[in-house]
């Protein structure tokens, strides 16, 4: 009998978006696309739509601990990501169980505001990412607007990401899509120093779900085993595309087509 085609497991934290944009519903999605199973653990429920977050409901902390110590008792994981937390109590759950398992990759997308700008975290969030998450990041990917925000006293965006590593991050991929200018430049960095620069076409919409993607695709291709600069460079790749195709169902952003591949491929 042939062997069972490997699917690793990737245990995600993150908020649950009724759209299908981002969040739980995104890293599932992504995961899928790089050949993983998705375990989706809710950290907070939202009332959003393509335009604005209008209301986030934190998950209590114990029901957070119980929906990931079930599945890790069960399932095999080999990767964990971690986005959208919604409060100090899921930080801390989240802390709780990756202490536990310290040899696990982790992808950390520190969600602090939507899409529009609408804030997720407030300081005191911040502070415990700063404290209880990012020291157990494989790689932590935040956006320069998030960057600076976790690193508030660093005067540029390169001081941010040192700041982070200082934390205890091992990698740190600063995303540009925020910062003005033709292209988009992520930027990564570790071991002290500037690692890589990759330029990307920026594409002409605003899109809702981008860094939940990435982070995911990131997550999805160290459970495979691939190593973090691989892992990145590849999942970048597979999120442009995704943005490429992207499509507005609704009346704001546009959501990632993170099945795009599906279409090519019947082309």
Known sequence: MEDELEIPAVLSFAGLDPTGGAGLQADIEALASMGAHGCPVATALTVQD???VQRVMPVPLTDIVEQARAVLEDIPVAAVKVGLLGSVGAAEAVHSILSDYPDLPVVVDPVLASGDGTPLADAELVEALRVLVLPLAT???PNGLEARRLAPEADS???CAQEILDLGARFVLVTGAHEPGEAVNNVLY???RRLERYDWARLPHDYHGSGCTLSAAIAGLLAHGLEPYSAIAEAQEYTWEAL???TRPGLG???PNRFFWVHEEEA
């Open 157 to 159: 965006l390169e001081a």
């Open 50 to 52: 393509t335009r604005t």
């Open 244 to 246: 490429r195709h992207g």
């Open 139 to 141: 790689v932590a990917t």
């Open 253 to 255: 952003q546009y959501l």
């Open 190 to 192: 570790g071991n002290h």
